[in-house]
T-cell receptor, first 111, second 119 residues
Framework: SQQGEEDPQALSIQEGENATMNCSYK?????LQWYRQNSGRGLVHLIL?????REKHSGRLRVTLDTSKKSSSLLITASRAADTASYFC???????????FGTGTLLAVQP | IAGITQAPTSQILAAGRRMTLRCTQD?????MYWYRQDLGLGLRLIHY???????GKGEVPDGYSVSRANTDDFPLTLASAVPSQTSVYFC??????????????????FGDGTRLSIL
């Protein structure tokens, strides 16, 4: 399988704390995307970082990308109970937009 | 509301039966995808289509077929369902990014899935 891996598999924190999730991938990529999935729903795109970028911010989200280590991290600052969800990284490459997804991190934010 | 509609939302099916999962998008995206999601394995690509009239195989295409007669619809067919095809199936679409034939660096938009159980 060419899937990436995410670490940790599960994370439980208190509201207001920061949450950090890590992703490692195996193949060369053009971009690395992060998605959120609430229970019983489809995936929602959060942020995309291109292979020539090292860091990107969007609201309370901060993503880093290290192509030499084939790894990325997602930081959610000042977490809220509504951030409780599964988070997936996905690597995109080539002329098509096929994505290879990681196995996900289940984040639980306790109120 | 613009987006992707999948039908049915859930289905229980006897092994050996034929089943078509429907997917429709109203965003005029050129590219569409079918994934299956299994516990512990994340999402795996079954088939994809870069534009109407073309399709391609993903990571796990065996036992599935697709067609892309127009931009909006991308049905997935299980010709003869087997229990290992029990999964949650997600349809997604993405824009072409403004350059013909180039689809990289675009987010994908997902439907809410079809939960399929094969007995």
């Amino acid at each position: 399988s060419q899937q990436g891996e995410e670490d940790p598999q599960a994370l439980s924190i208190q509201e207001g704390e920061n949450a950090t999730m890590n992703c490692s991938y195996k193949t060369s990529i053009n971009n690395l995307q992060w998605y959120r999935q609430n229970s019983g729903r489809g995936l929602v795109h959060l942020i995309l970082i291109r292979s020539n970028e090292r860091e990107k911010h969007s609201g309370r989200l901060r993503v880093t990308l290290d192509t030499s280590k084939k790894s990325s991290s997602l930081l959610i600052t000042a977490s809220r109970a509504a951030d409780t969800a599964s988070y997936f990284c996905a690597g995109g490459g080539g002329a098509t937009n096929k994505l290879i997804f990681g196995t996900g991190t289940l984040l639980a934010v306790q109120p | 509301i613009a987006g992707i509609t999948q039908a049915p939302t859930s289905q229980i099916l006897a092994a050996g039966r034929r089943m078509t999962l429907r997917c429709t998008q109203d965003m005029r995206h050129n590219a569409m995808y079918w994934y299956r999601q299994d516990l512990g394995l994340g999402l795996r690509l079954i088939h994809y289509s870069n534009t109407a009239g073309t399709t391609g195989k993903g990571e796990v295409p065996d036992g599935y077929s697709v067609s892309r007669a127009n931009t909006d619809d991308f049905p997935l067919t299980l010709a003869s369902a087997v229990p290992s095809q029990t999964s949650v199936y997600f349809c997604a679409s993405s824009d072409s990014g403004g350059r013909q034939g180039m689809y990289s660096n675009q987010p994908q938009h997902f439907g809410d899935g079809t939960r399929l159980s094969i007995l």
